[in-house]
């Protein structure tokens, strides 16, 4: 069992940052590659980032390129979301996710490939 717990949601701007963490217990953090969904109220969850076991690998929703950094650090069981220049567009619940290895795949865009969810946590961009 694997336990993720997302914080660092809020309020903000239109144009502001924040930044969100997952924290992970139960079982070695470093066997799983990580990822960050959202959902927006009336829409299906959707994939927003995802970053390989090493942290060496990471893939973006288009429309979040060059904005969001996923990032891990393994040695504090945490994955983060960096979310700069955020958008109304962004206003969802996001959630983490672990995902256990796969031999010829190091993360997933695929809701359905994870494992474990944690709470969600909101964001709120106002105009």
């Known amino acids: 069992q694997v336990q993720l717990v997302e914080s660092g949601g809020g309020l903000v701007q239109a144009g502001a940052s924040l930044r969100l963490s997952c924290a992970a217990s139960g079982r070695t953090f470093s066997d799983y590659s990580m990822g960050w969904f959202r959902q927006a109220p009336g829409k299906e969850r959707e994939f927003v980032a995802a970053?390989?076991?090493?942290?060496?690998?990471?893939n973006y929703l288009d429309s979040v390129k060059g904005r969001f950094t996923i990032s891990r650090d393994n040695a504090k069981n945490t994955v983060y979301l960096q979310m700069n220049s955020l958008k109304p567009e962004d206003t969802a619940v996001y959630y983490c996710?672990?995902?256990?290895?796969?031999?010829?795949?190091?993360?997933?865009?695929?809701?359905?490939?994870?494992?474990?969810w944690g709470q969600g946590t909101q964001v709120t961009v106002s105009s």
């Open positions: 996710a672990a995902r256990t290895a796969r031999m010829y795949s190091s993360y997933s865009r695929r809701e359905y490939e994870y494992d474990y």
């Open positions: 970053i390989s076991r090493s942290g060496s690998g990471t």
